[in-house]
Structures are given as C-alpha cells and as structure tokens.
C-alpha cells in the first residue's frame, strides 16, 4: 500500500454541474476524513467516517455537500448544483484509532476544483 | 473547541539563518500536535508530532517542544536550506474519545530561504 490515494487530482467544471471526488484510505485504517483548503488557510474539517458510519459533519458541509464510505473502504464526496465558492482544494486523510497515541493522519494529494 | 493560532507570514531568510515558527493552541481536551510541511504542487506531509507535554518532535533538522504551560509548540531549525521553502501548518488532533485523530490546522506560514 502505497499511502492515500485521491481522483481526480484536478476538475474544472461549470457552475452549477455535480461533481464527485473519490479517496482511497490506507487499507488497515478505520478512520477518514474529508477536509478543504482554500487559498492562504489551513485545512478545515468537512466530514469523518469511522468504517462506514459517517460520525461528524461541519456546519461547512451544507446540503449540496454529502460524503459516503460504503464499504468502510474508499470514500466519495459529493457536491451538488456547484457554486464558485466551491472552488478549492479537497483533502483526504485516514488514520487507525486502535488506540495509538498520536492518532497521526495521512493526506493524500488532493483533488483541486475549479468552478467557472 | 479547538484552534491553532501561527505566526503570520511570508517568512523570508537567507540560506544558513535560524528559523522559528510560532504556533500557539486552544483545546478543550489534552491534544496531540503536530507540524505539516506543503511543498509547492504537493499535499501535505508530516514533519513532525508530539504527544505529550515536554515531548520535543524532530526530523530534517526541525524541531518542536510541547509546551502545555504556555500551550506552544514552536518550530525552530538552526540552520534553514533553499529546500525548506515551502508552507508550513501547525495542527492539533484529540488524542482520544470520538474525535480523537480529527485535526485542526492554523493558516500557514510560507517560508522562502533565498541562497
């Protein structure tokens, strides 16, 4: 396992279109979660999962947002009737919380929308 | 809740200079801390953590003590390379309970080493 994987790596799209971002964790972690990075700011916590119950949503993750982990395996999200604010850089990071003390994440590349 | 306050940038020092990066935090719980490293076009990697108070993190030169008195965890390096140019996020995660790996990040301070 090469570490947490995220597609597509860019998208462009127009207002108003769906998109749907996927992540693939680290195959031995339970937990994952979604983050997003505007210009200039640190990332900020959207969404987790621990297998595959969803267990905290942001009051960021409006209605048009939803995330999904199925399986407990690979996550998507999901962003509806897109708006321009939108536009940002979407984190996914997973972590095992069988009790190790620094609960350390792992990011993956992330995936840059733009939403013209 | 929780939040990470870092020393404003852009930072800017010349090739071989001392560098620190202030980080201060606010928790509800008894945090572990962290320092992420973003390299241009890349995502985030961890530089380096500490778990509890006193602890010094180190890696690449960095380091970090866990200050819990003056809740800080301060990055310093003695002698910084054109390399380390890259953007720099102080964060904090609960170290146990439901939110425990969750973090929280400070906004950043862009580092440019010039030879």
């Known amino acids: 396992d090469t570490g947490v994987s995220q597609d597509p790596r860019h998208k462009i799209t127009k207002r108003g279109q769906n998109v749907t971002f996927r992540c693939d964790p680290i195959?031995?972690?339970?937990?994952l979660y979604w983050y997003r990075q505007t210009l200039g700011q640190g990332p900020e916590f959207l969404t987790y999962?621990?297998?595959?119950?969803?267990?905290?949503k942001s009051r960021l993750l409006s209605d048009r947002f939803s995330a999904e982990r199925p399986k407990g395996s690979f996550s998507t999200l999901e962003i509806q009737r897109t708006e321009q604010g939108d536009s940002a850089m979407y984190l996914c990071?997973?972590?095992?919380?069988?009790?190790?003390?620094?609960?350390?994440?792992?990011f993956g590349p992330g995936t840059r929308l733009t939403v013209l | 809740g929780n939040s990470v306050t870092q020393m404003e940038g852009p930072v800017t020092l010349s090739e071989e200079a001392f560098l620190t990066i202030n980080c201060t935090y606010t928790?509800?719980?008894?945090?572990?801390l962290f320092w992420y490293v973003q390299y241009p076009g890349e995502g985030l990697q961890l530089l380096l953590k500490?778990?509890?108070?006193?602890d010094k993190g180190s890696n690449k030169g960095f380091e970090a003590t866990y200050r819990k008195e003056t809740t800080s965890f301060h990055l310093e390096k003695g002698s910084v390379q054109v390399s380390d140019s890259a953007v720099y996020f102080c964060?904090?995660?609960?170290?146990?309970?439901?939110?425990?790996?969750?973090?929280?990040f400070g906004d950043g301070t862009t580092l440019t080493v010039k030879p």
């Open positions: 500490a778990t509890k108070a006193d």
């Open positions: 195959s031995e972690h339970n937990r």
């Open positions: 990071a997973s972590t095992d919380s069988g009790g190790r003390p620094y609960n350390e994440q792992f």
């Open positions: 964060a904090l995660s609960d170290r146990a309970g439901t939110n425990a790996g969750k973090s929280t």
């Open positions: 928790a509800t719980g008894y945090p572990s």
């Open positions: 999962f621990q297998n595959e119950a969803q267990l905290e």
